[in-house]
């Protein structure tokens, strides 16, 4: 199944193409693909370059993967059981520069995690991320410091029929995507004044 | 000048060839362009469907260019003069699912600019991003709502050569291009422990 964007605007092929699947097949990531994506994430911009990205990788059938498993919601658990690759976003909270506080440094990871999906797209693999986990529980698990936060999890894979899925999820698979359109966010002059552009 | 990040790994062209410039000459930006830049941050994944983007948008010579100029910090005002295109990017700090505050506002929007920056890059323009601007004066000037919070600065255009720039600049300009390696990124089991994928 595929779910392009309804654009109405001309974006790039595998922008257009990207959407967060719920269904993978059990075809196996390879180890290759893996090296490319963390590669993408590497080149990411980020404030003063302090590159506060850390990941934690698991294959399914390892004991990484299970900790991942257990640190997300029962809804998440019930569909994500299919994702070949699971993966824990980590921020590092204080910056390399200053030892201060970073103020962007969810926005960062935010970036790095876009290249990550963008690679996977070009690898012809999809990502879905959750917010849906529990940052205290994967500290305790993976022991990660304190000046470290978990941010997200995601599933990488091959993206799968919706039959695989049970039939709740199999009908959110098949919905319609919806955003609200670009002029709407876009202003001029002052906050909320729609911008001439659209 | 080009400035193609070295990598150990193949990653997607586009991804291998962005950077962030400071130098752009005085072409601008099309009106098509921009569109296309706006319509792929608008399909970013975000927490919940959130789209807690919003963007302020100017074009030199314009208000709106002239207010979020002044909302710079001295440094970045020395070279941002160039860029026919500044951009302030706006979270939304309140879920609009169910009206407490995001967990994942920075880290969406950092994934709706990556997506610019992206989409940037195929339309032959550069993105360069700051963290270093007044958030607070972006606030008044523009009326950013309490639930609102600007995040970043960003100029769009086309690259220009070095020597466009103020002799500091211009060296910054040329330095060479730094990440930690991807496996120094990238853990399993634990935190720190460093994967065996690279």
Known sequence: MEKPAITKFEIHPLLKQRWSPRSFTDQSVTKESIQNIFEAARWAPSSSNDQPWRFIVGFKGDKTWDMIMETLVDFNQKWAKLAPVLVLSIGKKISDKNGKPSRTFMYDVGQSVAHITFQAMYEGLFVHQMGGFSAQKAAELFKIPEDYQAITAFTIGHKGEPEL????????????????PAEDSVFSESFGNKSNLF
Chains 1, 2 share one sequence.
């Open 165 to 180: 899925l049970e039939e709740n999820f199999a009908d959110m698979e098949k919905s319609e995507r919806i955003r609200r």
